[in-house]
């Protein structure tokens, strides 16, 4: 079995934000039945007050790991239009996927000009994303891109690489952890929405002030495949430099390969801690792709597998 044969499944599930059902059921189903093996098994918080969201619970816990199990996709709207469920780029012919009363849906997206009456009465274009079906497609469906997954010798590319990668990075993780938590959060692709809770959950009853943000960041001008699990220093949000420059140091002396980004735009579940009512010093730590919410996300293994030894490192270090 490909050690990534997991990741694989993950990528299949269809967990838009805001119907993330069916990843919290597998990642449920595949924790009740691995566990056993593990290190230290967990405890489980799920179900009424956590809606989709996961918190799994080792030992005598100092850091938590966020990671978000939703994904881009679209909302079926009126007169065949698709609704962006966060920031999906997709051509022309893409292929999206999902599910009816009327039952299931493998449909084609497409680009269609409008034209718009203003307030003033003037005239203008609009570019409005549509579904193409057989049939008329029930209002409120959540639709995906279809599920690919190609894996050579040295890169995977595939659907949701963002953010299966960071849920399966967590999953390898949980094999061997001692002390920590790992949280498996929702809504993140789209304004977020169960950090806040999740976190009040922590700092309540763990005394939780410190987070790592197990995602998928991008290739850049100063990011690159095959140097290793990269370290955000900051994005649209800025972390506490004490904070960030721990685990630097700590990664540093493990001498594992990573890199350290500096960018202006983008955001994670560490955004979200910022701007929650407690005193939460959080990190962005995830290997990079190309081709952000498209579907052709692309990873270099060896990134994603630097991410899963640097996870394990710090989370026996802070």
């Known amino acids: 079995m490909s050690t990534f044969s997991l990741l694989q499944e993950l990528c299949s599930i269809h967990a838009p934000s805001g119907n993330e059902g069916a990843m919290s059921a597998f990642i449920l189903d595949y924790v009740q039945k691995q566990s056993f093996t593990w290190k230290r098994k967990p405890r ?3 179900g009424i007050g956590f809606q989709d969201a996961i918190v799994l619970v080792f030992g005598s816990p100092r850091t938590a790991v966020f990671a978000h199990i939703d994904s881009v996709g679209f909302t079926v709207g009126y007169n065949k239009e698709l609704i962006p469920i966060g920031s999906p780029k997709a051509d022309e012919g893409t292929q999206l996927v999902g599910h009816d009363s009327l039952g299931d849906i493998c449909c084609s997206l497409q680009y269609t000009v409008h034209e718009c009456i203003n307030d003033d009465g003037t005239k203008s274009e609009e570019r409005v994303c549509e579904y193409m079906f057989s049939r008329d497609i029930e209002r409120g469906t959540t639709l995906t891109y279809k599920p690919k997954f190609v894996e050579d ?12 990668a960071g849920v399966w990075s967590a999953l390898q993780l949980a094999e061997s952890l001692e002390d920590g938590i790992i949280v498996f959060s929702t ?12 976190q009040r959950f922590l700092y309540k009853k763990y005394h939780i002030y ?28 800025i972390p506490r430099k004490a904070y960030t420059q721990r685990i630097v140091d700590i990664v540093r002396r493990s001498q594992l390969p990573f890199q350290c980004e500096v960018e202006s735009s983008g955001g994670s579940d560490g955004g979200y801690l910022q701007q929650s009512p407690y005193a939460v010093d959080w990190c962005f730590v995830g290997a990079p792709q190309t081709g952000a919410h498209t579907p052709n996300e692309k990873i270099y293994k060896e990134d994603l597998l630097s991410m899963v030894q640097i996870y394990k490192i710090l989370l026996k270090e802070l």
């Open 44 to 46: 489980v918080y799920a």
């Open 187 to 198: 809504y993140e692709e789209h304004r977020g929405g169960s950090v806040a809770f999740l």
């Open 210 to 237: 410190q987070a790592l943000i197990s995602d998928i960041t991008w290739v850049t001008k100063g990011i690159s495949f095959g140097n290793g699990c990269v370290i955000s220093l900051r994005d649209s949000y």
């Open 153 to 164: 010798e040295q890169y995977i590319s595939a659907t949701y690489i963002d953010n299966r």
